[in-house]
């Protein structure tokens, strides 16, 4: 893998932030093997004397350049969650997410029940679950309450649209992530974005971001101009031309 440059990392994140970016995304299964608290440390120094929210997720970890675990036992979680609490200097995180449900061998309450003691201790002051489903969101919530969700959820795709569903009808917050990666194409969008002058990728953001409202996105940016670009679509002006567009090109 290609070593990071920190001061661009940095540069990239300070943008958003500066731009009005309320929350930051993080976890230790997106860094390098040799320094898997990357990502926790850039966030760390980033937000550090800001108002912003900073999530980050346990159980979920790179082993190869190519490979990663997924282990959300009870002794995993609490390993996980101390390992970030000293990253961040504090003695509570904002936002912690059960981080590949989906592919962990331990059921979804036992990771949960992890989070819900150490949020009763004070550790945590949110939860959430990343890559679930709605049956696996019942089962999560059957033990305590969950805060946010986290899915793979693309603007032309719509592939999480049954668990933005339930997180609207029990008011968790859903976040998308790789809100762009879709090889649908958009070509209405694209044409209202050529008008506009804008990207069309600021344009499939801002229709996400409109398509419910518990939705916010993860752009993923890695450059200042796109974490820019990213800000930009909460503020682009939706319109009954951009939603007839929209439609037309999911149909």
């Not at 929350?23 to 040799?34: C, F, G, N, P, S």
């Not at 912003?52 to 790179?62: C, D, L, W």
């Not at 150490?118 to 679950?129: S, Y």
Request: glycine residues 6%; negative net charge.
């Amino acid at each position: 893998m290609t070593p990071r440059d920190r001061p661009a990392d940095l540069a990239t994140i300070r943008a958003g932030i500066a731009a009005g970016a309320t929350i930051l995304d993080t976890a230790r299964a997106y860094a390098q093997k040799d320094n898997p608290l990357y990502g926790e440390e850039l966030a760390a120094e980033a937000a550090n004397g800001t108002d912003v929210i900073v999530g980050t997720k346990g159980g979920h970890s790179r082993i190869t350049a190519d490979t990663w675990d997924a282990d959300i036992s009870a002794s995993r979680i609490r390993d996980d969650v101390e390992s970030s609490l000293r990253v961040f200097g504090r003695e509570q995180l904002d936002l912690y997410y059960l981080h590949r449900v989906d592919l962990a061998d331990q059921p979804v309450e036992e990771g949960v029940a992890a989070l819900e003691a150490l949020r009763d201790e004070g550790k945590l002051a949110r939860i959430g679950l990343s890559n679930v489903t709605v049956a696996q969101l019942e089962r999560a919530t059957a033990i305590t309450h969950v805060d946010a969700v986290q899915n793979r959820h693309t603007a032309m795709g719509r592939e999480a649209d049954d668990v933005v569903a339930w997180c609207e009808a029990n008011q968790v917050a859903f976040f998308a992530y790789s809100p762009l990666r879709s090889s649908i194409p958009a070509p209405r969008l694209a044409a209202i974005a050529a008008e506009r002058g804008v990207s069309p990728q600021r344009l499939q953001l801002a229709a996400l971001l409109h398509s419910s409202p518990v939705v916010s996105v993860i752009s993923g940016a890695t450059r200042p101009q796109t974490a820019l670009d990213s800000v930009a679509a909460e503020r682009e002006p939706w319109t009954a031309e951009f939603q007839t567009a929209y439609e037309a090109d999911l149909a």
